[in-house]
């Protein structure tokens, strides 16, 4: 099993991805607002990685997914995380 930690924008992301996940072989799926006090890391990921044409502040409620997936599995997690605007940390 890889241990996965996927960024989002809100918490409407997250669940998406979430749902999605679940018809692949997963384990522990969580999701988790980020806390004001680490919102400078994610300030830094959106801004690095984001298009600002899709960035809207007021949905600005970053959430994290965390799950562990089978090997075989990964590109198709990655797929759906992307899929859901969300960003993989490595």
Do not use: C
Request: aromatic share 8%; no cysteine.
């Amino acid at each position: 099993m890889q241990r996965v930690e996927a960024h989002f924008r809100n918490e409407n992301e997250a669940e998406d991805a979430k749902a999605s996940l679940q018809t692949m072989k997963v384990r522990d799926v969580m999701v988790e607002k980020v806390p004001q006090s680490n919102r400078n890391l994610w300030d830094l990921i959106r801004d690095t990685f984001s298009r600002e044409d899709t960035f809207n502040e007021d949905h600005h409620e970053p959430h994290i997914v965390e799950f562990q997936v089978e090997e075989g599995d990964y590109p198709l997690a990655k797929d759906v995380i992307k899929k859901n605007n969300g960003y993989i940390h490595s």
